[in-house]
């Protein structure tokens, strides 16, 4: 089955630019929307943004101006990068699979399929 | 922006209670609403889709229900392994995928 798994730095220095890569394994990546969502410490969840495997993109309007993300179907993964971090942006990263379930012939998207998360700390 | 918001944010249940678990939008979302649980140190999982679909490989004990602005997530009789945190979330907008607060279940 479908399993994604999250890479990155761990440990950055504040106004850095944050790089997670997510990468595909157990099936293609065309085809569907990914999703970044972030969780701080004992918070809730947010989502970052998702992009489709043409390139087509959405950022959470919060975090629009520092949010870049990028796809590479070659290597069946997608990229998160946000700029100028602060401690703020300190959280648990998660890629996620996002498909159109069907219920009464209409379709509605969920995120079925989950990275493990990985770790971003901030600090100076 | 659409707010979601969940109610209780915690509770305590005994093993074979039944749980109801309230989600709130500040605007009609029809029935674009997703129900993920999540334990500690986990991701979230996909319990229900559409306000009431139940994900494939999802315990029947779990339904939701609701439409327009107000949705509930039931636990006909809670397991051991339900204790965790339940999230909603609205699919509606494509400019903001907001999940609610979180509801903790915890033993009683």
């Known amino acids: ?124 | 922006d659409i707010q979601m918001t969940q109610s209780p944010s915690s509770l305590s249940a005994s093993v074979g209670d039944r749980v109801t678990i309230t989600c709130r939008a500040s605007q009609s979302i029809i029935i674009y609403l997703n129900w993920y649980q999540q334990k500690p140190g986990k991701p979230p999982k996909l319990l229900i889709y559409a306000a009431s679909s139940l994900q494939t490989g999802v315990a029947s004990r779990f339904s939701g229900s609701g439409s327009g602005t107000d949705f509930t997530l039931t636990i006909s009789s809670l397991q051991p392994e339900d204790f965790a945190t339940y999230y909603c979330q609205q699919s509606y907008s494509n400019y903001g995928y907001i999940f609610g607060q979180g509801t903790k279940v915890e033993i009683k």
């Open chain 1, 1 to 124: 089955q479908v399993q994604l798994q999250e890479s990155g730095p761990g440990l950055m220095k504040p106004s850095e630019t944050l790089s997670l890569t997510c990468t595909v394994s157990g099936g293609s990546i065309s085809g569907y929307y990914w999703s970044w969502i972030r969780q701080s410490a004992g918070k809730g969840l947010e989502w970052i943004g998702r992009i489709y495997t043409s390139g087509n993109t959405r950022y959470n309007p919060s975090l629009k101006s520092r949010v870049t993300m990028s796809v590479d179907t070659a290597k069946n993964q997608f990229s998160l990068k946000l700029t100028t971090v602060t401690a703020a942006d300190t959280a648990v990263y998660y890629c996620a699979r996002e498909v159109p379930l069907t219920r009464d012939n209409y379709y509605y998207y969920a995120m079925d399929v989950w990275g493990q998360g990985t770790t971003v700390i901030v600090s100076s």
